[in-house]
């Protein structure tokens, strides 16, 4: 079909819009009075590139990692994230200053350990966040108008969840490389510093992408906002007060290879065997107990399998909320 | 011009329980297409279809063109939806909204800025698009929900049930928006909603299903036009203590058709008679008659005939004859007829 042909039009605007349309709906022959005048140019049709799915996807990770920061959202909604933010990345600061004033041979706290001990606050950070990135849309019933663009349920998720697990990569990642530049203030072992530096990222990028998907496979499960921070602050820190308390009574048994099976129960303390194992951290395990090898495996693949199995959970949520 | 947009060819949904669209064959073409029907009646499970998003269980349906079964994607990125229900999340300004919903359907940054500026100023939105949209009031969210469906400048929309929710002043905002959408934008529309009135006004095409079956599908000329009828009221005298008895008697002696007060077909009943205007000399034989008479004449106007008078003739074939199945069929049109003289 042809558009119909867009002839100047003085008023299109005549009869739907109110007051200020006075402003545009210009009498012929006033636009020679002066040079503050509206000029109304009519409908304007967009013949420019169509970008199609991919795009499409592209602009909701970015607008949803955006709004893990508040971007794009209302002054209240910056608060929180900015301020968890700033709580995040003092206490490296300060570390870092401590070791460049002493100048001790050594930080204080090894890159990954930062991130574990630092949990609290980034549980926090997610149990706000994760909400935000799906509950809103579930509640206020943006995710049909989703649907009807170009993007397909598996884009939404994987937009979601990526945008989710980035935002919380810079927020962990972020003191790390405070961190880490510190060291270098302080003129510590380049070599040493950046291998410890480089498997501190991957801690953080473990622990960002398992987070998120908790975060949001618990989120997503209600579109009310306060039941969904409820749900991520339970999930992340009963198991893992419990896990920690059974850990305690079973190391001063001496059961040693207990503790570390324990420590399958919870994703925190998952994340925190595997980086004191494989990723050059200290645990906060009881006695400081080392994981087996086969712990170790033990662990790395059941985070391959929570990640999996909240982005199957995920997918299989949207299954049915189309329009 | 003669395209055809929406082509719909014995389309069936089932899902387990019930049957929501059943061999619905009908095609749509470009301008203001009204889509009728009361509430489930299959409106939204064919908009679903349509935007690629349910499979069909039978039968299938091109938009613009594109299969709705291979060709989702492609139909969702040229066609704009605004859902009945609302939509918008409270904290973001309509400005953002709209820009990230124009990025959403492929269009780049700078394109989506510009549109989104454009497209709220013609939907009537000024300085408060820069307000989150928690605050604003129904008729606003519905621009802007229009808005959104309009800014990647899609060829055809589908708008279900835009006047919800609105006062009548609003009501009649969002209709003149609508036909502009066509009118001004060169964008073909498929409206629905359960108000006769209403797409009597804005629509070139009327399409009514019930059932999930078609009922009827015509322009709105076709469904209006027929003689015009002239509405005529007149005073009484001490000669004629019933002024529009007399004048119907009078009238109907004169050759012409004159309804009685009150019936069926006559809005407004009281004292207004319904005279069937066959062609231009009708006007002068009221006129003669009434001097004759010596009557006052209050008021003599020209009234079409409406949709849902359409259906008074139509409900009594489509129970009886069509589905002898199911004979409460025709009352879910009942009710939207009285809906439609609400507005009317």
């Known amino acids: 079909m042809s558009p119909e042909p867009q002839a100047p039009r003085s008023a299109p605007e005549s009869g739907t819009a109110p007051g200020p349309s006075a402003l545009t709906k210009q009498a012929p022959g006033a636009g020679a009075r002066g040079e503050n005048v509206i000029h109304n140019i009519g409908y304007r049709n967009y013949d420019g590139p169509?970008?199609?799915?991919?795009?499409?996807?592209?602009?909701?990770?970015?607008?949803?990692?955006?709004?893990?920061?508040?971007?794009?959202?209302?002054?209240k909604s910056k608060v929180l994230p900015m301020i968890l933010f700033a709580v995040m990345c003092v206490p490296a600061a300060i570390v870092v200053a401590v070791t460049v004033f002493t100048k001790a041979k050594?930080?204080?706290?090894?890159?990954?350990?930062?991130?574990?001990?630092?949990?609290?606050?980034i549980g926090i950070y997610i149990a706000a966040m994760a909400p935000q990135a799906v509950s809103l849309d579930l509640r206020f019933r943006v995710v049909p108008l989703y649907f009807s663009r170009p993007i397909r349920r598996g884009d939404y998720v994987a937009a979601k969840y990526a945008a989710l697990s980035a935002a919380i990569f810079v927020f962990t990642a972020t003191s790390v490389v405070i961190l880490y530049v510190g060291a270098l203030l302080a003129k510590l072992d380049f070599g040493d510093q950046t291998k410890d530096f480089a498997l501190g990222l991957v801690c953080c990028l473990v622990f960002s992408v398992l987070h998120a998907g908790i975060g949001l496979a618990a989120a997503a499960a209600t579109p009310r906002r306060g039941f969904g921070?409820?749900?991520?602050?339970?999930?992340?820190?009963?198991?893992?007060?419990?896990?920690?308390?059974?850990?305690?009574?079973?190391?001063?048994?001496?059961?040693?290879?207990?503790?570390?099976?324990?420590?399958?129960?919870?994703?925190?303390?998952?994340?925190?065997?595997?980086?004191?194992?494989?990723?050059?951290?200290?645990?906060?395990?009881?006695?400081?107990?080392?994981?087996?090898?086969?712990?170790?495996?033990?662990?790395?693949?059941?985070?391959?399998l929570l990640i999996a199995g909240t982005y199957a959970l995920l997918l299989r949520r949207y299954r049915k909320a189309g329009l | 011009m003669r395209v055809t947009v929406i082509a719909i060819e014995s389309l069936t949904k089932r899902y387990p329980r019930v049957t929501a669209l059943d061999r619905l064959t009908v095609g749509i073409t470009p301008g203001v297409t009204g889509l009728v029907g009361a509430n489930g009646a299959g409106k939204s499970t064919l908009i679903k279809i349509l935007l690629?998003?349910?499979?069909?269980?039978?039968?299938?349906?091109?938009?613009?063109?594109?299969?709705?079964?291979?060709?989702?994607?492609?139909?969702?990125?040229?066609?704009?939806?605004?859902?009945?229900h609302d939509c918008l999340p409270p904290d973001v300004s309509a400005t953002e909204f709209v820009v990230h919903m124009a990025r959403m359907s492929g269009l780049p940054t700078t394109s989506a800025r510009e549109r989104t500026a454009?497209?709220?100023?013609?939907?009537?939105?000024?300085?408060?698009?820069?307000?989150?949209?928690?605050?604003?009031?129904?008729?606003?969210?519905?621009?802007?929900?229009?808005?959104?469906?309009?800014?990647?400048?899609?060829?055809?929309?589908?708008?279900?049930?835009?006047?919800?929710?609105?006062?009548?002043?609003?009501?009649?905002?969002?209709?003149?928006?609508?036909?502009?959408?066509?009118?001004?934008?060169?964008?073909?529309?498929?409206?629905?909603?359960?108000?006769?009135?209403?797409l009597e006004r804005t629509c070139d095409h009327v399409v009514v299903i019930d059932g999930g079956k078609l009922l009827r599908a015509s322009s709105t000329a076709d469904f209006t036009k027929s003689t015009p009828s002239l509405a005529v009221e007149v005073t009484d005298t001490d000669t004629h203590p019933d002024g529009t008895e007399a004048l119907r008697?009078?009238?109907?002696?004169?050759?012409?058709?004159?309804?009685?007060?009150?019936?069926?077909?006559?809005?407004?009943?009281?004292?207004?008679?319904?005279?069937?205007?066959?062609?231009?000399?009708?006007?002068?034989?009221?006129?003669?008659?009434?001097?004759?008479?010596?009557?006052?004449?209050?008021?003599?106007?020209?009234?079409?005939?409406?949709?849902?008078?359409?259906?008074?003739?139509?409900?009594?074939?489509?129970?009886?004859?069509?589905?002898?199945?199911?004979?409460?069929?025709?009352?879910?049109?009942?009710?939207?007829?009285?809906?439609?003289?609400?507005?009317?």
């Open chain 1, 50 to 75: 169509r970008l199609g799915r991919s795009y499409a996807r592209a602009s909701l990770f970015e607008q949803s990692l955006r709004g893990a920061y508040g971007l794009g959202r209302s002054a």
């Open chain 1, 106 to 121: 050594e930080m204080p706290v090894e890159y990954s350990s930062y991130v574990i001990q630092m949990q609290p606050v």
């Open chain 1, 229 to 304: 921070v409820a749900a991520i602050i339970a999930v992340l820190t009963i198991p893992y007060m419990l896990i920690s308390a059974l850990q305690a009574i079973v190391s001063t048994q001496g059961e040693t290879s207990a503790v570390g099976w324990l420590g399958l129960g919870s994703p925190g303390s998952l994340i925190d065997g595997l980086q004191s194992k494989l990723l050059g951290g200290r645990n906060a395990f009881p006695l400081g107990v080392e994981l087996t090898n086969a712990q170790a495996s033990a662990y790395v693949a059941l985070i391959a």
């Open chain 2, 52 to 84: 690629g998003l349910a499979p069909a269980t039978e039968g299938g349906a091109t938009v613009l063109g594109l299969d709705v079964a291979r060709e989702g994607s492609a139909i969702r990125e040229r066609v704009g939806y605004m859902p009945e």
């Open chain 2, 118 to 198: 454009d497209t709220l100023r013609h939907v009537g939105l000024y300085e408060e698009r820069y307000r989150p949209m928690g605050g604003y009031s129904t008729g606003m969210k519905q621009r802007v929900k229009l808005a959104q469906a309009l800014v990647h400048d899609p060829q055809l929309v589908l708008l279900d049930e835009p006047t919800n929710g609105l006062d009548p002043v609003g009501r009649d905002e969002m209709l003149a928006l609508i036909r502009r959408v066509h009118t001004d934008f060169g964008i073909s529309v498929l409206v629905t909603s359960h108000l006769l009135g209403e």
């Open chain 2, 249 to 344: 008697a009078a009238l109907v002696a004169a050759g012409l058709s004159a309804q009685a007060p009150g019936a069926a077909g006559a809005p407004g009943a009281g004292h207004l008679l319904m005279v069937d205007a066959t062609d231009e000399s009708a006007y002068d034989t009221v006129r003669d008659t009434v001097t004759e008479l010596g009557l006052g004449l209050v008021r003599m106007e020209q009234r079409r005939h409406r949709i849902s008078e359409v259906f008074d003739s139509q409900q009594p074939l489509t129970a009886s004859g069509a589905e002898p199945a199911r004979p409460d069929a025709a009352r879910p049109l009942q009710t939207q007829k009285g809906g439609g003289g609400d507005v009317a």
